[in-house]
């Protein structure tokens, strides 16, 4: 059973680890349940307040009639989720107006509370038309904005359309991911001006996530800060990133050690997404962090094509062996059995 608006407003509010949840394939390219749930079960243990399924870290592919993995990986994902009550259950939503209305639908029926609404299927709507589009889906189940940068298939979206979008009753929270200052002030003012204080604000700017959440910013005489994060970069070493969140709500002013923690991560995550190839090996790398883990068996993606890029190995042991204190290789060691179950 999908939460109460206000009930899930809440739990938003108090800024929450949300991981975009990974797809677990065999070799043969299939569903590989198992580690699908061990997945699941690996965020809800590290800290996770909620997961995000469906989404571009699952890949979109799982829609397509000859994969058709959609609705048994949202399905598979509840069954785990229903063990906690508390966390925040998101179902991805694209596509024309008519798709998402339908996605949600079916993220309503199997028990999510809110869909993250893509708008990057709409890249000629006017602000009309997308405002249009996001009052239907969130007719359905309430909505989390998603602000994606243009790089990976997002489009601009203006201050002008943010500020109306803040004023659909139903949007509980907004992703903010243009990795671009201007454009995540532009989402951050449209809210503050539309006088929305139960509207919260994520990140997803992966190039920026520790300073994201230290960041104040300050409007007609209010702070707003940005809460939590749903990211897929969250996806992995999920406990350290749980606990880093808990550590900067608990700061008071931060401390320099929390702007080298942010170039850290920033340059974690240029390997696992593979930033100097225009996020190519993106989801590959995510897999390949989890593969060494043991939580996934391969790396493979749906697309065979989707690998990571050459250096992008390289790359990726570079980090792992700079900044050791990231990564949580020792809590999914001692878990892992019982995920695996």
Partial sequence: MASSSADLRARLAKGLVIPAHPLALTAERKLDERRQRALTRYYLAAGAGGVAVGVHTTQFAIRDPQVGLFEPVL??????????????????????????????????????DAVLLSLAALKTASDDELIAHCRRVAGVLPVFGFYLQPSVGGRLLPYSFWRRFAEIENIAAIKMAPFNRYQTLDVVRAVADAGRTDIALYTGNDDNIVLDLLNVYAFAGKEWRIVGGLLGHWAVWTHKAADMLERIKATVLPHEGWFIKNNQVTDANAAFFDAANGFHGCIAGIHEVLRRQGLLDGRWCLDPHEELSPGQMEEIDRVYAAYPLLNDDAFVRDHLDEWLR
């Fill in 75 to 112: 399905r598979i994902a509840m069954e785990e989720l229903r063990t906690r009550p508390e966390a925040v259950k998101v179902a991805g939503a694209i596509g024309p107006t008519a798709q998402a209305v339908r996605e949600a639908e079916l993220a309503r029926e199997i028990g999510y």
